[in-house]
């Protein structure tokens, strides 16, 4: 195998993320399929698009990226299940890593995965010729990155030649952890809930406060969903969302406080509850900043991102997770996976 | 907003509770007796409704935040059902800590805490209990059988409602002198004294046996004695309850059927199904035979669109909201999580609700729990 320089691995990916850029610029004609697809507004299409792809990456980031990537002969790149933009950093990953790349693209999401593989026109990124997942005879060499859930991860380990490596990425959430300012706190976490309509792995689903009562900040959040709701609407939810959101609600208003908007709903007690994706946040009491681990306990593993509003604060734990500012929990650096778990890979 | 319920005096509580207690006990002794129930069940339910509105201070959030008034609840259905997950995130019970020495809880899941029933006491749960499963579970049987159980005793494991409710059984309809009866300790599986008791039984009295067990504890036990199988008395039945919980490999339930038969041999009609919850004081029960699952007089379980929660036509597919009158000092009506259908004579399970899988890489909510 021929290897390539980090030079020319730079090149390459910065070549994507030009030619991504200007996929974004044409986007009109993308949206109306992508709103059919992920089920999101109009509005929310185009807020993902221009505010939450990583196509202005620093060249420090991308350096860890490259570095950071490894080496293959070929990556196959399976989007089984993922929010739509997060193609770009699969693709990027995967051309940092090997001189050729094939992109199986969700079946149920395909547009934006074809769209930007048109759109980069490198012919050493192609699409597969065949669209399903599972299906891989064609694949005798190389790695497989498979972006999904556990199962279908799995599946695909199960499934892959024993000389094949297979990388998963699996689903996550992301969970806030705030002791100060509050006001801005919640008008930031609120910008982060919006953005795919939480349906993404760094979305944030569960707020752990100290320092102000639980059903106080859970009010603010609140005011901060109604009032993004004008800006970008939620797009539609499935009838299975919108039942798990019901007995979400009805939990809470047996046993906690719970605010209620046309589009979503912010829960407080004092255990922790999992609300659905959708909009919904569940905030609970912690006793400070430290008491984070202990709060999260089991869920730790399945938290790829915790939003902070201080990032010099001392939050060693989880180690594996992302730590990010609140508001830019949906928008990581370029440098790698946003997942940083072991068990995805 | 939060609300409190209403502050009363103990005393007065509690005897709304007696008085509510006896006119649900009524229920279970009209119906051991062959009567008619003593009352419509919309009456009862709905006076329980009002207690818990009164005195259980989630169900008055619940209710006020639904802007319903008790007072004119007039049907079951006129109120509404508590989700199970409020039994693990708040206390649902009328009562303080101090006065329910009896707490059932669910098992654990990976994030957040296990669900609590909490009771007084449990002679109303016994009650119903013990005198449903007499004319379901051990129709056709003598009045006293060899009870043997694939479970832990409640010694073991005191506060699992399935250990309370098999001990029950054990007392109600089992042999005196029939010594130890529960083969599971730790989750483990005493094959060799369940042997020794099983050959001893067959070779005094060839009796029938009534074998109650978890799922997992069948699957152990069927890896354990292999083609070899395990021979119960003629006539004996199996009651198998509960999931895997991880504990074993899962198994269909048809085939979990035809391979306890087979190897027990005895008939797959013997095997029955039972259909219950930490969260509930009342079961079900398959119809023998592969039918239905049969409610009590006190009990009922009304399918429910999972968004509106309003009942469904009659034959859809709906979230099991079920009505236990027997559930006086905490939830009448409880909100599962499993999907049934129902059909002539009782219901039809058919599976847990899967929960919404999200068009994107958010975890669903089971895999966080099954993580």
Redesign the interface.
């Known amino acids: 195998m021929i290897r390539r320089s980090a030079e020319q691995r730079l090149d390459d990916v910065q070549r994507i993320l030009d030619r991504t850029r200007i996929l974004v610029d044409r986007r009109a004609s993308l949206i109306p399929a992508l709103v059919q697809?992920?089920?999101l507004s109009a509005l929310g299409v185009e807020h993902a698009l221009v505010h939450h792809l990583e196509t202005d990456a620093k060249p420090e980031e991308l350096q860890r990226l490259i570095a950071s990537a490894g080496d293959a002969r070929h990556i196959h790149v399976i989007l089984s299940?993922?929010?739509f933009v997060?193609a770009l950093r699969a693709i990027v990953l995967a051309r940092a890593a090997a001189p050729i790349v094939t992109v199986r693209p969700s079946s149920?999401?395909p547009a934006f995965a074809n769209a930007l593989v048109r759109e980069i026109a490198d012919p050493d990124i192609r699409l597969a010729s065949d669209p399903s997942a599972m299906h891989l005879e064609g694949i005798h060499e190389g790695e497989i990155h498979v972006?999904?859930?556990?199962e279908t991860i799995a599946q695909v380990r199960a499934a892959a030649p024993p000389n094949v490596i297979v990388r998963g990425?699996?689903?996550?959430?992301g969970a806030a952890c705030i002791w100060e300012d509050f006001d801005r706190a919640a008008e930031n976490l609120a910008d982060d809930i919006v953005v795919?309509d939480?349906?993404?792995?760094l979305?944030p689903?569960v707020a752990f406060v100290s320092g102000i009562a639980a059903?106080d900040f859970a009010a603010r959040v609140h005011a901060s969903l109604a009032a993004r709701e004008l800006r970008i609407p939620r797009g539609t939810l499935?009838?299975?969302?919108?039942?798990?959101a019901?007995?979400?609600a009805?939990?809470l208003?047996?046993?906690?406080?719970?605010y209620e908007g046309d589009t979503h709903l912010v829960g407080a007690?004092?255990?922790?509850?999992?609300p659905?994706?959708?909009r919904h946040l569940h905030v609970v009491p912690i006793e400070n900043r430290d008491a984070l681990p202990a709060a999260l306990?089991?869920?730790a593993?399945?938290i790829v991102t915790v939003g902070v509003s201080d990032m010099e604060a001392t939050l060693a734990w989880p180690r594996h997770a992302r730590i990010s500012l609140l508001g830019a929990m949906q928008r990581p650096p370029l440098d790698g996976p946003v997942d940083r778990r072991e068990a995805s890979f | 907003m939060e609300t409190r319920a209403k502050e009363a005096a103990p005393g007065k509580v509690r005897d709304e509770s007696i008085a509510l207690h006896a006119r649900a006990r009524a229920f279970v002794r009209a119906f051991e007796e062959g009567r008619e129930s003593p009352e419509p069940f919309d009456a009862l339910a709905s006076d329980l409704a009002r207690f818990q509105a009164r005195y259980v201070a989630g169900y008055t959030n619940l209710v006020t935040a639904r802007g319903l008034d008790p007072a004119r609840f007039a049907r079951a259905v006129d109120a509404p059902a508590v989700p199970t997950d409020a039994f693990k995130v708040a206390r649902v019970s009328a009562f303080a800590e101090a006065e329910t020495p009896i707490a059932f809880r669910t098992s654990g899941t990976t994030v957040g805490a296990r669900g609590s029933h909490f009771f007084r006491d449990a002679s109303t749960y016994d009650a119903a209990a013990v005198a449903f499963a007499r004319s379901t579970l051990l129709r056709g049987f003598p009045e006293r059988v060899h009870v043997l159980v694939l479970g832990p005793s409640a010694n073991d494991l005191p506060d699992s409602s399935l250990c309370h409710m098999n001990e029950a059984f054990v007392r109600a309809f089992g042999l005196p002198n029939d010594g130890n009866v529960f083969f599971l300790h730790d989750d483990i599986l005493d094959l060799a004294a369940l042997d020794e008791t099983v050959a001893r039984i067959l070779v005094t009295s060839d009796a029938p046996i009534l074998l109650l067990a978890t799922a997992f504890a069948c699957v152990h036990l069927l890896d354990a004695v292999g083609d070899s199988g395990f021979r119960l008395p003629q006539g004996s039945r199996v009651m198998q309850t509960g999931g895997f919980k991880g504990k074993s490999r899962e198994v269909e339930p048809d085939a979990l059927r035809r391979d306890l038969a087979n190897a027990f041999h005895i008939s797959p009609d013997d095997i029955v199904g039972e259909y219950g919850m930490t969260e509930l004081s009342s079961q079900f029960y398959e119809e023998r035979g592969g039918g239905p699952y049969l409610e009590p007089p006190w009990a009922r379980v009304v399918p429910v669109d999972p968004v509106t929660l309003e009942p469904v036509e009659e034959g859809a597919e709906g979230i099991a909201r079920i009505e236990d009158l027997m559930n006086v000092d905490s939830a009448f009506a409880v909100l599962a999580s499993d999907r049934v259908r129902r059909v002539a004579g009782g219901f039809e399970l058919l599976g847990r609700a899967p929960g919404a899988t999200p068009r994107g890489c958010s975890l669903t909510i089971d895999e966080i729990l099954g993580r």
Do not use: M, W
Request: aromatic share 6%.
């Open positions: 697809s992920t089920g299940a993922n929010v997060a149920r999401d972006y999904g859930r556990d990425h699996g689903a996550g959430i795919f939480q349906r993404g792995c979305s689903r059903p499935t009838d299975a969302e919108r039942a798990d019901r007995r979400y009805d939990t208003r047996f046993a906690g406080t719970l007690a004092s255990s922790l509850v999992i659905p994706s959708g306990g089991p869920l593993k399945s």
